[in-house]
C-alpha cells in the first residue's frame, strides 16, 4: 500500500489508549487511596489494563512511524486495545455489580 492508501486505524487507538490509560491511573489510584487494594483484585486487574492500554500505544505510535512493518505493528496494536478493552469492560462490571465489596 502507498502511503496515502494507509488505514489511520493507529491514530485513533493511539488516542483512545491514551484516554483509557489515564482511566486505569484513576481506578487505581481510587482503589489505592480507599485501602481496598488488600481485599480485591479490582487494583491488579487495573494494573494489567495499564500496561496493555500502554503497550497498545507505542505499537500504534511504531505504526504510524515506521515505513516498513506499520501493518504488523498496528494489528498488534489493535489484538492488544481490543484485549484491554475487554479486561477493562470486565474490571467495570465487577465495580458497577458490586460483586467485590
Known sequence: MQERER?????????ASANLLGICFAIFSVIRVLDRGDLTYIDEMAVVCVFLFLSSCLFSYSSMRSQKRWLLYEKIA????????????????????????
Do not use: K
Open 78 to 101: 489493535d489484538f492488544i486495545f481490543m484485549t484491554a478493552l475487554g479486561v477493562l469492560s470486565v474490571l467495570a462490571l465487577i465495580i458497577a455489580t458490586g460483586i467485590i465489596q
Open 7 to 15: 488505514p489511520c486505524v493507529s491514530q485513533h487507538i493511539l488516542g
